[in-house]
T-cell receptor, first 115, second 115 residues
């Protein structure tokens, strides 16, 4: 079974600064996918970024980028130039290529962006 | 367009009531999901439908009854719920069931309160 751990229950960052959210996972699989989802107070889960395990290049989406370390089973999210709208709960999630489309979520990190 | 819609946004029901939650997507996705999310916790998978057939039931009590009338619609019928069933119910969809590589897109959720 896969497990996903987010060791930072809460974080805060000043507007325009950079923040990194940590995520580690445990799996014996070689083919899998990793995701970061954002859930603002409006409560809709929004996909932030996705990484395929077979790709060595780290995924990037505008101000969001990941540091994917496959050997260390680490998948951190870096948010650059933080904006007030980035305030949300962030969930790291794992999908096993051999187990259908089931997502395993981490416990979440609550990020507060301060003006 | 990655929109999944859910109705109603809020629902209050008594323990003897029967109600239904509705989820709709028009992205041509063939996998649809129901999740339950308690406050400050990650979503927990309840049901998965693949090509309109129930493929995964995560040991959910029978007072929750899913239904997939067609490829665009997913319902969750509720009957004789308990106060501990109060939660945010999220619907999600993805393109190709069982391939283990498809991103799930979430709806805004239905906030359910059982009195």
């Amino acid at each position: 079974a896969q497990t996903v751990t987010q060791s930072q229950p809460e974080m805060s960052v000043q507007e325009a600064e950079t923040v990194t959210l940590s995520c580690t996972y445990d799996t014996s699989e070689n083919n899998y996918y990793l995701f970061w989802y954002k859930q603002p107070p409006s409560r809709q889960m929004i996909l932030v970024i996705r990484q395929e395990a077979y790709k060595q290049q780290n995924a990037t989406e505008n101000r969001f980028s990941v540091n994917f370390q496959k050997a260390a089973k680490s998948f951190s999210l870096k948010i650059s130039d933080s904006q007030l709208g980035d305030t949300a709960m962030y969930f790291c999630a794992f999908m096993n290529n051999n187990a259908g489309n089931m997502l395993t979520f981490g416990g979440g990190t609550r990020l507060m962006v301060k003006p | 367009d990655t929109e999944v819609t859910q109705t109603p946004k809020h629902l209050v029901m008594g323990m003897t009531n029967k109600k239904s939650l509705k989820c709709e997507q028009h992205m041509g996705h063939r996998a649809m999901y129901w999740y339950k999310q308690k406050a400050k916790k990650p979503p927990e998978l309840m049901f998965v439908y693949s090509y309109e057939k129930l493929s995964i039931n995560e040991s959910v009590p029978s007072r929750f009854s899913p239904e997939c009338p067609n490829s665009s619609l997913l319902n969750l019928h509720l009957h004789a719920l308990q106060p501990e069933d109060s939660a945010l119910y999220l619907c999600a969809s993805s393109q190709s069931p069982g391939q283990g590589q498809e991103t799930q897109y979430f709806g805004p959720g239905t906030r359910l309160l059982v009195l």
